[in-house]
């Protein structure tokens, strides 16, 4: 397929690599993006995958929290960042957010076709119809979930106004400010750094042996590894899929407010519950970003709010 300047603007966006770089993997790859960034990171060139680069959709994350051990985040699109900031809408995701922290839909299907909160004459997909004629745009429920913690207690952080909804919970017998500022802060980390795992414990052997792949064709892409033993590269290997797993664990990263600058999640959470005469741990967490993973394709939004319409 033809290669547009677009697709390597986008490619270059994602990866950080550099315009000719992106412009062959797009080539080698017949411009499947997916693939193009495999084959960077392959080749060494990705200096970081950056997830903000696909996103097109605009909107806002809101939580709700019912009490210490209820809460839910929502995602509500629309097309445009004015809408975004209007008071109207900013109100109207809010609602979405009190709807799902009361909800026990297991989907949004289900979630959809539950009675509005605000008008029991109307579905929750009827709201939004009423809601995008009002403002004259296309709105997209796109995701919602709920937690309840059994054993301890949640918390909720919302950062740039919107932009990342999080919830944390946390398995505790103890309740006190004091750990629920610690939670609190955890749930910064999970805003700011992104892991993808609450602990080692939960990575997949399918997502090892993926990330040993690549990590084992940019060392063999590595003038300075070249003829060295394959002992020497396994280790080399191994030591960076070690670091990468720091990078994506909750509990194995630096926790950003580290006095010392080293001391990991899991040791704050360790002097946290000392301190306290608790036991307290991170037992998973939700994190929500705007527009996140939505392809820079306005066709696809719009298909996605057709389909919640019934259109």
């Known amino acids: 397929m033809a290669i547009t300047a677009a697709m390597v603007k986008e490619l270059r966006e994602m ?18 993006m997916d693939e193009a960034v495999e084959y960077l990171r392959k080749n060494g060139q ?17 939580v709700a929290v019912k009490d210490e051990k209820t809460a839910a985040v929502v995602e509500v ?3 445009t960042d004015f809408v975004a900031k209007n008071a109207d809408f900013q109100e109207y995701v809010e609602a ?52 309840v913690a059994e054993n301890g207690c949640v918390v909720t952080y919302v950062h740039g106004g919107g932009r990342i909804g999080v919830i944390v919970e946390a398995v505790t017998d103890v309740v ?13 980390q999970v805003a700011a750094l992104y892991p993808k795992y609450v602990s ?15 990590i084992t064709e940019q060392i063999k892409n590595d003038p300075k590894m070249a003829g060295k033993p394959d002992k020497v590269i396994e280790g080399a290997v191994n030591g960076r899929l070690n670091k990468e797993l720091k990078e994506v664990c909750l509990l194995e990263q630096v926790y950003v407010k580290a006095e010392d600058g080293k001391q990991s999640v899991a040791k704050y959470l360790e002097q946290v519950a000392k301190e306290n005469n608790a036991n307290l741990s991170v037992k998973r967490f939700v994190r929500f970003e705007t527009g996140e993973g939505i392809e820079k394709k306005e066709e696809n939004f719009a298909e996605e709010v057709a389909k919640q319409m019934g259109q």
């Open 200 to 214: 080692t414990d939960e990575v997949s052997e399918e997502f090892k042996a993926h990330e040993k792949e690549i």
């Open 15 to 32: 990866t950080g690599a550099g315009m000719m770089d992106c412009k062959k993997a797009l080539n080698e790859t017949d411009g499947n």
């Open 96 to 147: 979405v957010a009190k709807q799902a922290v009361e909800s026990d839909a297991a989907d949004l299907n289900a979630f959809l076709e539950e009675k509005w909160h605000l008008d029991e004459s109307k579905t929750v997909k009827d709201a939004l119809v009423d809601k995008v004629a009002v403002i004259g745009e296309n709105l997209s429920i796109r995701r919602f979930e709920k937690v």
């Open 176 to 188: 006190n400010d004091a750990v629920k500022e610690a939670l609190n802060n955890i749930a910064m």
């Open 77 to 79: 699109n629309s097309e």
């Open 46 to 62: 990705a200096k970081a995958e950056k997830k903000a680069g696909r996103i097109a959709a605009e909107g806002l994350c809101r």
